[in-house]
């Protein structure tokens, strides 16, 4: 009677179970996860559980098949309880029908274990089966299960390392590169800023130059015109004399008006012009004075303008020939060709 009871109520345990699979197998699933600890898979029935009695084992076996905790917890299910009523002689044929009909849902429940990678409870369950019946066909494939799975396992995780391992390396690539590029902007940066200061004291150069020449110009013309002052004054008062005093007969007299250079340097051809590969022409119009000095000078004709102007207006400003008997004017032109 009472094996026939203990049978009927793991049946309907065991249907209800069947019942609420479809809907509530992933969540059983999920509490027997958190519920049952690591243990090793050879302790099949926990200690705690084999030092209850035959009497509280029955108990507890009962409850757990009501409460449908059939193989989970670990410590707390009916698996261990009739294990445990087995191992103390207890129960004969009953407990062994119990746990034959626990062994296909233990079985499935170990599967699902090792579908979510959960292998400790896979080979506590396994060890539950094992106990239970050593000589199980299903055992060597759970086994074999199991241990594929852990390799699939530890082989996923070390290609996860490796992916790790690449993405920190690409990373610290990617950092080095943009690191260079930036290092790279940077000089590239300093040197505009230094080419841009050189072309800033070029221009200041060639300004102050400019200023210099100008004021030579400009002290040049105040003297051209106080001699010319002074041959005005002095031809009046010879005209006044003459007036005067008859003129003695003129001697002939042959004027030197000849331009013998002594010093006449070429202008130099400008910096930036020569960089820019820039060719030109420059006519200038200068006047000698009596003393071989260059008086006035100016631009004619420049192609292109301001170009070589500066250049050549200095250089001819300079240049010297040997003393003549009057002022004379003339014009020279000045030619600069890059590919020379």
């Known amino acids: 009677m009472t094996r026939n009871l203990m049978r009927g109520a793991l049946l309907t345990a065991i249907l209800g ?3 609420a ?3 509530k197998g992933d969540e059983q699933a999920a509490q027997t996860q958190t ?3 690591e243990v090793e898979p050879a302790a099949a029935v926990s200690s705690a559980v084999s030092a209850m009695g035959a009497d509280e084992l029955r108990e507890a076996a009962s409850k757990a098949v009501s ?4 193989y989970a917890p670990a410590g707390n299910n009916a698996m261990e309880y009739y294990l445990a009523l087995r191992d103390k002689g207890d129960g004969g044929a009953a407990v062994s029908s119990a746990l034959a009909d626990l062994q296909p849902y233990t079985l499935i429940a170990a599967e699902q274990a090792i579908t979510r990678d959960d292998f400790a409870e896979a080979k506590r369950l396994y060890a539950l089966l094992e106990k239970t019946d050593p000589n199980a066909p299903a055992l060597p494939r759970l086994k074999a299960g199991i241990a594929d799975a852990e390799n699939m396992a530890a082989q996923r995780e070390q290609n996860a390392q490796a992916d790790e391992a690449r993405r920190q390396a690409s990373e610290k690539k990617r950092q080095e590169e943009q690191q260079a590029a930036q290092q ?7 040197a505009q800023r230094a080419e841009e200061r050189r072309l800033e004291e070029l221009r200041t150069a060639e300004a102050q130059q400019r200023q210099q020449a100008n004021a030579r110009e400009a002290e040049e013309r105040r003297q051209a015109e106080q001699r010319a002052a002074a041959q005005r004054q002095a031809a009046a008062a010879t005209q006044q004399q003459q007036q005067t005093t008859p003129p003695p007969a003129p001697a002939p007299v042959k004027r030197n008006t000849e331009l013998r250079a002594i010093s006449a340097p070429q202008p130099r051809y400008p910096a930036e012009a020569l960089r820019g590969g820039q060719s030109g022409s420059v006519q200038v119009e200068f006047t000698v004075g009596t003393s071989g000095a260059v008086t006035s000078a100016r631009v004619v004709n420049a192609n292109p303008p301001r170009v070589f102007n500066n250049e050549v207006l200095n250089t001819v400003r300079r ?3 040997q003393p003549i ?3 004379v004017t003339t014009r020279r032109t000045f030619t600069f060709n890059s590919e020379q």
């Open 35 to 37: 519920a049952a600890p």
């Open 67 to 70: 409460e449908q905790r059939l």
């Open 17 to 19: 179970l069947m019942a």
């Open 319 to 321: 240049w010297r020939f």
């Open 184 to 190: 790279l902007a940077a000089q590239q940066l300093a």
């Open 21 to 23: 699979c479809g809907g």
């Open 325 to 327: 008997d009057e002022p």
